[in-house]
């Protein structure tokens, strides 16, 4: 969507008008006093936005990775088949330094996708890393748009160096693409920075011989969380539209466990209490001896934009007569996790422990902060 501080151009004048905005801001700094604009581009970054807003991502990611950032945005009530808006705004970073971003803002109908390309490589900054960043509810904005989205999306990828979503894989359709552009582009994920300290926290809970031993034995697997979403499911809704109202954080948690259990999903069902139950098997050559129970509960607590989602996750081994648990929940209104471990450690035996339970740091990470990572591509490495 348009900003306040940008200005509608034809899409001809885009290099024109940045041209105006920068003798513009000479003319300002010349009779000023303070602390010159630095002018710096490290990247092309182009946000297919949906309906959430962008404007606050990029002032921050501004501060801190000066770019020039494209808005893409497919909107079937405006009244051109492309509108295009330009504007620059001056950041101070935190050494105090002011850093100067250009942003483009691309608006376009759904049938006229096809000009998003050619539009958006006429004003890139050459030699300088193209990063294309994947909102959350891009492909959900136009009704029936799946084809036009994977095509679009398939064209954008032949000249990104980086692609970032918040999914642990990439969309569907990027087989269809040559080695060579496989090759250049580096695939990201948005969320892995945060579920990162819920994965340090998991890995952590199982690195000890009995509690590793008692895995073997793995049930169920319950995951609690929130979401802005208020819409309620019936037993036996489809569980891809259930999935699609999960905030990706979430989804990306549970695929993390799957892979590091190797467990592979056969069944998902929505239950009467409004649950997802996901029933996964375990891979050949695992350790785990039979099918695990994977449970998704939304559950009522006020949640910021700026957090993880995830409330708690608990693993139950064994049977109720002989049973193991582990847990890690988030404490309402702080950032400490408290896991706590214990219960029968093993079936043929009458031995059992006390719960441990301890509380752990475990501050919030904000999607900015998520994203620049993902972009600088900061190394995480946590295993169960």
Same mark, same amino acid.
């Not at 483009?104 to 958006?120: E, F, G, H, R, W």
């Not at 607590?301 to 934009?305: I, Q, R, S, V, Y």
């Not at 219960?343 to 079936?347: C, Q």
């Given at each position: 969507?348009?900003?306040?501080?940008?200005?509608?151009?034809?899409? $001809?004048?885009?290099?024109?008008?940045?041209?105006?905005?920068?003798?513009?801001?000479?003319?300002?700094?010349?009779?000023?006093?303070?602390?010159?604009?630095?002018?710096? +581009?490290?990247?092309?970054? *182009?946000?297919?936005?949906?309906?959430?807003?962008?404007?606050?991502? *990029?002032?921050?990611?501004?501060?801190? =990775?000066?770019?020039?950032?494209? +808005?893409?945005?497919?909107?079937?009530?405006?009244?051109?088949?492309?509108?295009?808006?330009v504007g620059?705004?001056?950041?101070?970073? %935190?050494?105090?330094?002011?850093?100067q971003?250009?942003?483009?803002?691309?608006?376009?109908?759904?049938?006229?996708?096809?000009?998003?390309?050619?539009?958006?490589?006429s004003?890139?900054?050459?030699?300088?890393?193209?990063?294309?960043?994947?909102?959350?509810?891009?492909?959900?904005?136009?009704?029936?748009?799946?084809?036009?989205?994977?095509?679009?999306?398939?064209?954008?990828?032949?000249?990104?160096?980086?692609?970032?979503?918040?999914? =642990? +894989? !990439?969309?569907?359709?990027? $087989?269809?693409?040559?080695?060579?552009?496989?090759?250049?582009?580096?695939f990201?994920?948005?969320?892995? !920075?945060?579920?990162?300290?819920?994965?340090? *926290?998991?890995?952590?809970?199982?690195?000890?011989?009995?509690?590793?031993? %008692?895995?073997?034995?793995?049930?169920?697997?319950?995951?609690?969380?929130?979401?802005?979403?208020?819409?309620?499911? $019936?037993?036996?809704?489809?569980?891809?539209?259930? =999935?699609?109202?999960?905030?990706? #954080?979430?989804?990306? =948690?549970?695929?993390?466990i799957?892979?590091?259990?190797?467990?592979?999903?056969?069944?998902?069902?929505?239950?009467? #209490?409004?649950?997802?139950?996901?029933?996964?098997?375990?891979i050949?050559?695992?350790?785990l001896?039979?099918?695990?129970k994977?449970?998704?509960?939304?559950i009522d607590?006020?949640?910021?934009?700026n957090?993880?989602?995830?409330?708690?996750?608990?693993?139950?081994?064994?049977?109720?007569?002989?049973?193991?648990?582990?847990?890690?929940?988030?404490l309402?209104?702080?950032?400490?996790? $408290?896991?706590?471990?214990g219960?029968?450690?093993?079936?043929q035996?009458?031995?059992s422990?006390d719960?441990?339970?301890?509380?752990?740091p475990?501050?919030?990470?904000?999607? +900015?902060?998520a994203?620049l990572?993902?972009i600088?591509?900061?190394?995480?490495?946590?295993?169960?």
């Open positions: 969507m348009k900003q306040a501080h940008a200005k509608i151009v034809s899409p $001809e004048n885009v290099a024109a008008e940045f041209e105006k905005i920068r003798r513009q801001a000479n003319v300002d700094e010349s009779g000023a006093s303070n602390q010159s604009v630095v002018r710096a +581009t490290l990247a092309n970054v *182009i946000f297919l936005a949906g309906a959430e807003d962008i404007a606050p991502v *990029i002032s921050q990611l501004g501060k801190q =990775l000066p770019s020039r950032f494209f +808005t893409v945005e497919i909107d079937d009530n405006i009244e051109e088949s492309v509108v295009v808006s620059a705004q001056s950041l101070e970073n %935190s050494s105090g330094q002011y850093l971003s250009e942003e483009i803002y691309i608006q376009v109908k759904a049938n006229n996708v096809d000009s998003i390309p050619n539009l958006l490589l004003n890139l900054v050459p030699d300088i890393d193209v990063v294309i960043v994947e909102c959350d509810d891009f492909s959900k904005v136009h009704s029936g748009s799946d084809e036009i989205m994977k095509v679009l999306k398939e064209k954008l990828l032949k000249f990104a160096d980086i692609y970032v979503s918040k999914d =642990l +894989t !990439p969309f569907v359709g990027v $087989e269809s693409l040559g080695e060579s552009d496989m090759k250049r582009c580096s990201r994920s948005w969320s892995i !920075p945060l579920i990162a300290k819920w994965c340090a *926290i998991i890995s952590e809970q199982f690195n000890s011989d009995h509690v590793l031993e %008692s895995l073997k034995d793995l049930k169920e697997i319950n995951i609690e969380y929130t979401s802005a979403n208020q819409k309620v499911f $019936e037993h036996g809704a489809d569980h891809n539209d259930y =999935l699609k109202n999960v905030p990706t #954080d979430v989804t990306s =948690l549970v695929s993390w799957n892979n590091c259990l190797r467990l592979e999903i056969n069944k998902q069902d929505v239950q009467k #209490d409004g649950k997802l139950y996901v029933q996964a098997s375990p050949e050559n695992t350790f001896t039979s099918d695990v994977i449970t998704l509960n939304k607590l006020n949640n910021t934009a957090v993880s989602h995830v409330k708690s996750v608990v693993f139950m081994m064994g049977d109720s007569n002989n049973s193991f648990e582990v847990a890690c929940r988030y309402d209104d702080s950032n400490l996790v $408290e896991v706590s471990n219960g029968s450690l093993h079936n035996t009458e031995e422990c719960f441990y339970v301890r509380r752990i475990a501050p919030q990470i904000a999607y +900015t902060d994203l990572m993902a600088r591509n900061q190394p995480i490495d946590c295993k169960i």
